[in-house]
């Protein structure tokens, strides 16, 4: 519970700064929500909408990029690993019990109000939509940013993600 409670605590910082940064004014922001005091109030002065943001793909973008390069970092070796893996596929780390399965890449993402979105085709902020499995057991189901790691980071207490790049199809 205290993780998702992070998780989504970081999700709504950053969305803050995106839509004020890209906008300049205040938007909400969507994210399923678990616990406090209102359904909707992430935290005073901060109305969300219920249920899911909804991500679209521009078809500037769709078909564009076939790849992500994820680094894998083992903290109990201390090594790292980049690798490659196809977008809406599963990958399974050696020597584990951890699964990643990569959805969507947005090579520019942009979140406005219950909308999560490319800007364009370019590079500048990209970001991976992934879910981690343990086992049978989901534990992670969130965004890598490349440029900003530690903004709803992975967190596992053997292993790193990390988004390095999109491979361009």
Not at 43 to 71: C, F, L, R, Y
Not at 76 to 95: A, F, Q, R, Y
Not at 122 to 151: M, Q
Request: some cysteine; aromatic content about 8%.
């Amino acid at each position: 519970m205290i993780r998702k409670c992070f998780k989504l605590l970081a999700f709504v910082v950053f969305g803050i700064a995106l839509v004020a940064c890209s906008k300049g004014e205040d938007t909400p922001i969507t994210q399923q929500q678990g616990g406090g005091a209102s359904p909707h109030e992430a935290s005073p002065g901060i109305m969300m909408p219920a249920g899911e943001p909804q991500i679209v793909v521009p078809d500037s973008v769709k078909n564009k990029w076939k790849a992500v390069v994820i680094t894998i970092e083992d903290k109990t070796n201390n090594t790292t690993e980049d690798v490659t893996i196809p977008l809406n596929s599963t990958h399974e780390v050696k020597g584990s019990n951890l699964k990643i399965k990569v959805g969507d890449f947005l090579p520019d993402f942009k979140m406005d109000g219950v909308t999560i979105t490319s800007s364009s085709n370019e590079p500048n902020n990209p970001a991976v939509r992934i879910i981690v499995s343990e086992g049978d057991e989901e534990i992670f189901k969130g965004w890598l940013y490349s440029k900003f790691p530690a903004i709803h980071p992975f967190q596992h207490e053997k292993y790193g993600l990390l988004l390095k790049e999109g491979i361009k199809s």
